[in-house]
T-cell receptor
Framework: GQSLEQPSEVTAVEGAIVQINCTYQTSGFYGLSWYQQHDGGAPTFLSYNALDGLEETGRFSSFLSRSDSYGYLLLQELQMKDSASYFCAALLYNQGGKLIFGQGTELSVKP | GAVVSQHPSRVICKSGTSVKIECRSLDFQATTMFWYRQFPKQSLMLMATSNEGSKATYEQGVEKDKFLINHASLTLSTLTVTSAHPEDSSFYIC????????????FGEGSWLTVV
């Protein structure tokens, strides 16, 4: 079956750096996306990796290693507003945008 | 940027009735759209793939006669929850990828369904 594993929750303090890991087991893997979701809201796109390596977008970076079926999201200079759920999602090849989501990681940022 | 709009954002319906949720791509065409369901504190679970001009493809365990999907145009897909029950109360979200180049997926704002 298709599955993505990520930690259920992470706690960090303001200004710190946190890494959320994601391992995946999917057929037809094309790339790994990361989404942020605040309570009651829709997912917001953060980052996408199709190739191995690091993608940097402001305070957020994402990494992918296809050989290890592994990726992570790195959040730097944490702010209180970063408290949210973060989902990794596998984009499946040639299926028009089909995403399979991990279970989500709830990030709590403390003062 | 590209926008996907869902309507209604919140709906309350009585048990046994049907409710329709619309998903529109406002400035791009989408041959394929996707419908997800999310229960509180859980992940997004793919329900079905909506294909313009043809039948939807449902994920295992999703009742196609209960969750009717129609993708009548390149910018509109609808999800109708038929004979709704309280256990159908959930957050329903659609997504779409512009036909052609790119791998950016755009999500709608989501629709909260409460069945009473």
């Amino acid at each position: 079956g298709q599955s993505l594993e990520q930690p259920s929750e992470v706690t960090a303090v303001e200004g710190a750096i946190v890494q959320i890991n994601c391992t995946y087991q999917t057929s037809g893997f094309y790339g790994l996306s990361w989404y942020q979701q605040h309570d009651g809201g829709a997912p917001t796109f953060l980052s996408y990796n199709a190739l191995d390596g690091l993608e940097e977008t402001g305070r957020f970076s994402s990494f992918l290693s296809r050989s290890d079926s592994y990726g992570y999201l790195l959040l730097q200079e944490l702010q209180m507003k970063d408290s949210a759920s973060y989902f990794c999602a596998a984009l499946l090849y040639n299926q028009g945008g089909k995403l399979i989501f991990g279970q989500g990681t709830e990030l709590s940022v403390k003062p | 940027g590209a926008v996907v709009s869902q309507h209604p954002s919140r709906v309350i319906c009585k048990s046994g009735t049907s409710v329709k949720i619309e998903c529109r791509s406002l400035d791009f065409q989408a041959t394929t759209m996707f419908w997800y369901r999310q229960f509180p504190k859980q992940s997004l679970m793919l329900m079905a793939t909506s294909n313009e001009g043809s039948k939807a493809t449902y994920e295992q365990g999703v009742e196609k006669d209960k969750f009717l999907i129609n993708h009548a145009s390149l910018t509109l897909s609808t999800l109708t929850v038929t004979s709704a029950h309280p256990e159908d109360s959930s957050f329903y979200i659609c997504s779409a990828k512009p036909t052609g180049n790119g791998n950016t997926i755009y999500f709608g704002e989501g629709s909260w369904l409460t069945v009473v």
